[in-house]
């Protein structure tokens, strides 16, 4: 086994602190990556916490990870020692179930396995659950690794694994493209990824959100208009206007006011609301055939296009590069909104402190 140093926290009201364990040595179809760089998601946030439930201690987060290959197995084919690679939101699913079988991990019907804090049933260890990117090495299927371009900033690309994908695959489903209008609501990690494909892909980009501030920035990454959601004029005159919306708002909320904004026939895809909506009326959708749905992640083939797009067309996540020291501090700056717009984790902080 590979001895492993990270950050953990050992229940829903401890801080996170350095923790030592260790990895599985590589089997024929595993590769061991030297993470480089990893992001901090809300998520990370909410399992630390424990606020969803279910989580199991101690607990290791981080599913936004970049870094270089140090070995391979001898079944392994895609990659070498030295490649540039990431690892996502997920380390393992059934492998035999149709949403599998398509490329769909993410919506595996047996339940894939999460990076962190997923059941590991390819085991190595003496830990019955996975542990995440907030440490120095992993070891992963070579079915779940991908590949970066070179092309990219290793620290900028590492929130794309989950903030990029979460957003990129509604967008790619729903065949978003020129001559669509997109309203994007809500400017967070989520949010400014959905500014950046939603504009790439040729589409009419408008920011939907309650801040002047907020609009100001979105024009910047790309957006075309703002429309201030508390402005009660500006969204009566903006109704039956927009082919589709994507809700990153992260809280329950009443989605009546955004639905009125969608064309017949429109679409609106919430991926950020992970609790109850607050309101939820049915005429909006009756009466102009509207739809409502939702999104997780992606699989991996999808996640790998989503990086050589952003390759192609020069995309990463505006960021702000922190000391593994600092983790807690950036977690409080991550409930307050105090970031644009994803803080990532250097993890040469983790080496020298553990030097």
Known sequence: MMK??????????????????????????????????????????HSARNEW?????????????????????????KFKPGDLVGV???????????????????????????????EDKIGGTPHPFTFGGYSDKITVDERFVLRIPETLDPAAAAPLLCAGITTYSPLRHWKIGAGHTVGI????????????????????????????????????????????????????AAQNRFDFLLNTIPVGHDVDPYMALLKRDGTMVIVGAVEALTQVNGIPFIFRRRSMAGSLIGGLPETQEMLDFCGEHHITCDIETIEIKDVNTAYDRTIKGDVKYRF????????????
């Open 4 to 45: 492993t140093i990270g950050y953990a926290t050992h229940s829903p009201t401890d801080t996170l602190q350095p923790f030592t364990f260790e990895r599985r040595e590589p089997r024929p179809e595993d590769v061991a990556i030297d993470i480089l760089y990893c992001g901090i998601c809300h998520s990370d946030i």
């Open 53 to 77: 439930g279910g989580t199991h201690y101690p607990y290791v987060p981080g599913h936004e990870i970049v870094g270089r290959v140090t070995a391979v197995g001898d079944k392994v084919s």
């Open 185 to 236: 609501i809500g400017l967070g990690g989520l949010g400014h990824m959905g500014i950046k494909f939603a504009h790439a892909l040729g589409a009419h980009v408008v920011m939907i959100t309650t801040s002047p501030e907020k609009g100001y920035d979105a024009q910047k990454l790309g957006a075309d208009e703002v429309l201030l959601s508390t402005d009660k004029e500006a969204m009566q």
């Open 88 to 118: 996502g939101c997920l380390v393992d699913s059934c492998r035999h179930c149709a949403a599998c079988e398509e490329g769909l991990e993410q919506y595996c019907d047996n339940g894939f396995t999460g990076t962190y804090n997923g």
């Open 344 to 355: 990532v984790i250097d993890m040469a902080s983790l080496k020298q402190e553990a030097a």
